[in-house]
């Protein structure tokens, strides 16, 4: 959902930049005609581009939508439950997949990669936003004591709920490092694959093309 | 602390595995059901961190819980040597026997006469709309025996309501807390009776220093342990004769 918005925002301020610059070379224009010329891109402030916010739980896309209704995004946006491994979407239908910090939530990994260079365009591109694995062996051993010492006691002491930030802690350890990532990326047929480490590793992009 | 790096396979949620796996965690397995084995550094700050938000927002009675599990550790062993060296008490540890809605005939205490333990006790949870089944299940007591001490401890406490004649608004528990700390020496419940008062008003102040505390601090000193009174045989017992066999002075 956060995603979306970006993106929404990100298309919505090139065009309007683009519209700008078009404005600027017809400098004898009327007001009428410029007022006009707004508006008709108000209406598309978009253009074609459009975005589908896909998850498995409805909750979670019901509080999508609220935020979005809060922050005024109400065009080009869709919601859609479906499964990662069994998206409900034709093949070579998007521009970019993205998903953030879900994969590591999925059974059959593989099945979710090979999901999504299905509904992928030639030329579209898979980007993964993920935890993912610490080298460095002394900031690894503080984030090690940080997060099993640390995190459940939060958990417990803000939310009430030692078990699940336990789970969050073990299933971030239980996700493939980068470069074993990688290579499933590469195995359900993406190339020019590479990964970006944010924060030492604690967080990593990955990103593939569909060529 | 050291850091911890879960060497078993981890629980399994995702329905990878059939069922539920136990997790061996700092050496130990789970001792009872509920039980969440923890480190020292965990247990110091889950005890900084339920003290201060038991403070911060009162209403959360399980933050009261887990303080008073995570330090407990000198008080708890000394209750249950309390309790082993005294005939009742002895019994309480083997019977173990559980103050709940499903364990307790709600019919029958009602029917018995005014003044007897169990009216003026159903009386107490009627009036203040309190059920003993709300008491949280202990977590991060690391021994068996212990836990069921400290919950004994908890589902005790509405009787300790009814014997001292205290409402559950914040200055009844207050005075039950002061006399609790006396009686058990648990940090929570010192912590609750010195930090409790912060909450209240002037006027409340004032009967609490002159009235309550002085009688419920020399009730809670001359009393005998309450861990050690097999309340579920003595629900036809008089309140009034109970208090006297106990200790307890009447209250003002």
């Known amino acids: 959902g956060d995603i979306a918005f970006r993106f929404i925002n990100y298309v919505c301020s090139v065009r309007e930049r683009q519209l700008q610059q078009k404005l600027k070379h017809h400098q004898n224009l009327s007001w009428q005609e410029i007022a006009e010329s707004y508006l008709e891109d108000k209406f598309k402030s978009l253009g074609d581009s459009q975005?589908?916010?896909?998850?498995?739980?409805?909750?979670?896309?019901?509080?999508?939508?609220?935020?979005?209704?809060?922050?005024?995004?109400?065009e080009g946006l869709s919601w859609v439950l479906g499964n990662?491994?069994?998206?409900?979407?034709?093949?070579?239908?998007?521009?970019?997949?993205?998903?953030?910090?879900?994969?590591?939530?999925?059974?059959r990994i593989d099945l979710a990669l090979q999901e999504a260079y299905r509904v992928l365009k030639p030329g579209g591109r898979f980007l993964c936003l993920e935890f993912s694995h610490v080298s460095n062996p002394l900031f690894s051993r503080l984030y090690d004591l940080y997060s099993f010492q640390v995190i459940p006691v939060l958990g417990e002491?803000?939310?009430?709920?030692?078990?699940?930030?336990?789970?969050?802690?073990?299933?971030?350890?239980?996700?493939?490092?980068?470069?074993?990532?990688?290579?499933?990326?590469?195995?359900?047929?993406?190339?020019?694959?590479?990964?970006?480490?944010l924060n030492l590793g604690i967080v990593a992009i990955h990103s593939g093309f569909k060529l | 602390g050291r850091a911890r790096l879960s060497h078993t396979e981890p629980r399994a949620r995702d329905g990878l595995f059939g069922e539920e796996e136990?997790?061996?965690?700092?050496?130990?397995?789970?001792?009872?059901?509920?039980?969440?084995?923890t480190s020292p550094l965990q247990k110091a700050l889950l005890a900084a961190g339920s003290a201060f938000m038991a403070l911060y927002d009162p209403y959360r009675h399980d933050m009261v819980a887990v303080l008073?599990?995570?330090?407990?550790?000198?008080?708890?062993?000394?209750?249950?040597?309390?309790?082993?060296?005294?005939?009742?008490?002895?019994?309480?540890?083997?019977?173990?026997?559980?103050?709940?809605?499903?364990?307790?005939?709600?019919?029958?205490?009602?029917?018995?006469?005014?003044?007897s333990l169990g009216r003026e006790y159903v009386r107490f949870l009627e009036d203040n709309k309190v059920s003993p089944d709300t008491r949280m299940p202990p977590k991060f007591v690391?021994?068996?025996?212990?836990?069921?001490?400290?919950?004994?401890?908890r589902?005790?406490?509405?009787?300790?309501?009814?014997?001292?004649?205290?409402?559950?608004?914040?200055?009844?528990?207050?005075?039950?807390?002061?006399?609790?700390?006396?009686?058990?020496?648990l940090p929570m419940c010192v912590?609750?009776?010195?930090?409790?008062?912060?909450?209240?008003?002037?006027?409340?102040l004032q009967v609490l220093a002159t009235e309550l505390l002085p009688w419920a601090i020399r009730s809670g000193r001359n009393a005998s342990c309450i861990l050690n009174v097999y309340y579920e045989q003595r629900w036809e017992q008089p309140v009034e004769s109970l208090r006297e066999e106990i200790g307890i002075f009447p209250p003002p």
């Open chain 2, 68 to 115: 008073g599990e995570t330090t407990g550790c000198l008080a708890l062993p000394n209750l249950r040597d309390k309790m082993k060296h005294h005939p009742e008490g002895y019994r309480i540890l083997q019977e173990r026997p559980r103050i709940r809605l499903s364990t307790l005939d709600m019919a029958r205490l009602r029917g018995l006469p005014d003044g």
């Open chain 2, 155 to 185: 589902e005790v406490h509405d009787l300790m309501h009814t014997l001292l004649g205290m409402p559950t608004n914040m200055l009844g528990e207050v005075v039950v807390k002061w006399f609790e700390a006396i009686q058990t020496g």
């Open chain 1, 157 to 197: 002491v803000i939310a009430g709920d030692w078990k699940s930030y336990q789970y969050l802690v073990e299933s971030i350890r239980r996700f493939p490092p980068q470069e074993e990532f990688m290579a499933m990326i590469e195995d359900a047929g993406f190339l020019k694959v590479d990964y970006q480490n």
């Open chain 1, 84 to 107: 990662a491994e069994e998206l409900p979407f034709d093949d070579d239908k998007f521009d970019v997949y993205t998903i953030a910090f879900g994969i590591r939530n999925v059974t």
């Open chain 2, 22 to 37: 136990e997790e061996e965690e700092e050496g130990c397995y789970q001792l009872y059901p509920g039980h969440i084995p």
């Open chain 2, 191 to 204: 912590l609750g009776a010195v930090f409790g008062p912060v909450r209240l008003s002037a006027r409340k």
């Open chain 2, 142 to 153: 690391d021994d068996e025996e212990l836990a069921y001490v400290i919950q004994r401890y």
């Open chain 1, 51 to 74: 975005v589908v916010v896909c998850d498995i739980n409805k909750e979670m896309l019901k509080v999508g939508k609220q935020k979005a209704q809060q922050l005024g995004y109400s």
